[in-house]
């Protein structure tokens, strides 16, 4: 983590908060991570608004005493072009008692929280309202509220928002048109519609995510340094489909597997048989893994992360499936912890249930391969000289050629073809 994006302050400027009380939430890389305050206090000023960006050891809002005079403070920031240092001894008071100085609020760190001192460049503007005539007044307006603004001319300069900090929401525009419509008729205009779109098309621009921007930087060091080679296998999971059968009868609605269960697991199991597929490029050496740490790809809003299975090898079909379902609504939630998503040995993208058919996927830094699983669909084949109808699965297994080459992958492929066709081997 180089930097943290501010989600939304949980405190407004003059709260006062007790130690260990969520001022704000961050989103990291991949998660939202909550911001605590050390000690009691009251926020003063607010630094960076939410949408707002901050490097690590950069400041985002200054605490103190209610009333504390912080002119000081944010002028020292703004003439030093950083963030003005926590005083190491509280000033004495005319009585002789030690007063808490105001506190730099931020330096964000790696699990972002209040520091006592940041380093780095200041953005003293505060969070915008919205509205007004000042050309100079940056508005802050929800991503559904701009593009119904855009569709339907409405001026956002005109518009008072209603959200938090003046945010322009959906409500606003509404009311915004209605109040449009309304002057038109007593001006006994009519509204032209025309029927045909003309013109540039509108658009609008909306702050990056760190979690897109990550995956960005990720799918970029991924495809440009790893030579990445293919292999594709057809599976015949008529077998998995039985036993997933089998399996679920004897179990509650919220506890039934999934074949993506069953794969995690054969994946796992095939791991322990192909050390090179179980291992990653670490520039003078390879690292090899004892065990499988699964990544499961799982979708949400704002891309894909891949909570982690670990030790998939040494677990059963009912303890993966219970804990991919808990780390996936983590992950849709975004309240997983950077240990259940960071430091996979291999990982699996399975679009199957989509209806796709066939894909490749792209490895995930530093491990080796990434399996993508389409979907089991009735396929005629031929077996002992007559068409038969099977469930087919394509599997396509994407190698990192620095350490997988391309025997050592087919013969992993064929050990993973092999247990999913002939699920008793897995007894074995």
Not at 76 to 104: H, L, M, Y
Not at 301 to 322: C, H, M, Q, W, Y
Request: aromatic fraction near 4%; include cysteine.
């Amino acid at each position: 983590m180089e930097e943290g994006q501010i989600a939304r302050w949980v405190k407004n400027e003059g709260d006062k908060f007790e130690a260990n009380e969520t001022l704000a939430e961050v989103d990291t890389d991949k998660a939202t991570m909550e911001m605590t305050a050390l000690r009691g206090g009251t926020l003063l000023k607010i630094l960076k608004g939410a949408g707002e960006s901050a490097a690590l050891g950069e400041a985002i809002a200054i605490t103190g005493s209610k009333g504390e005079d912080i002119s000081a403070l944010i002028k020292e920031a703004s003439e030093n072009g950083g963030t003005p240092a926590r005083q190491s001894e509280p000033p004495e008071s005319a009585d002789g008692e030690k007063s808490e100085p105001p506190a730099v609020a931020g330096g964000l760190t790696r699990q972002p929280q209040i520091a006592d001192k940041a380093d780095s460049a200041l953005n003293l503007q505060p969070p915008a309202t919205a509205g007004g005539s000042d050309k100079n007044t940056r508005l802050i307006v929800s991503p559904i509220a701009a593009r119904m603004a855009a569709e339907n001319g409405v001026d956002l300069k005109s518009v008072d928002g209603s959200g938090p900090n003046g945010r322009i929401i959906k409500r606003d525009i509404e009311a915004a048109m209605e109040a449009k419509g309304e002057r038109r008729k007593a001006k006994g205009e009519k509204a032209f519609t025309p029927s045909t779109v003309v013109g540039a098309s509108p658009f609008r621009d909306e702050t990056t995510s760190k979690m897109r921007q990550i995956i960005a930087t990720r799918l970029a060091e991924s495809l440009g340094p790893i030579p990445t080679f293919y292999l594709t296998v057809e599976i015949e999971m008529d077998g998995v489909l039985a036993i997933r059968k089998q399996i679920n009868a004897n179990l509650d609605d919220d506890t039934k597997i999934s074949v993506n269960d069953i794969i995690v697991k054969v994946a796992a199991m095939s791991l322990m048989k192909h050390e090179f597929v179980n291992a990653s490029y670490q520039d003078k050496t390879l690292r090899f893994y004892e065990q499988a740490d699964i990544g499961v790809a799982v979708a949400i809003d704002e891309g894909l992360i891949t909570p982690i299975v670990r030790g998939a090898n040494l677990k059963g079909f009912a303890e993966i499936s219970a804990e991919i379902k808990d780390l996936a609504a983590k992950a849709k939630a975004k309240k997983l912890q950077p240990e259940e998503y960071t430091g996979a040995t291999f990982s699996i993208s399975n679009l199957g249930m989509m209806g796709i058919k066939e894909f490749t996927a792209i490895i995930n830094p530093p491990e080796a391969g990434i399996l993508a699983i389409g979907g089991a669909n009735p396929t005629p084949v031929v077996r002992d000289g007559e068409i038969v109808i099977r469930s087919i699965m394509n599997v396509t297994m994407s190698c990192d050629h620095r350490v997988i080459d391309g025997a050592t992958g087919a013969k992993f492929l064929q050990t993973f073809k092999q247990m999913l066709e002939n699920p008793v081997l897995m007894l074995m």
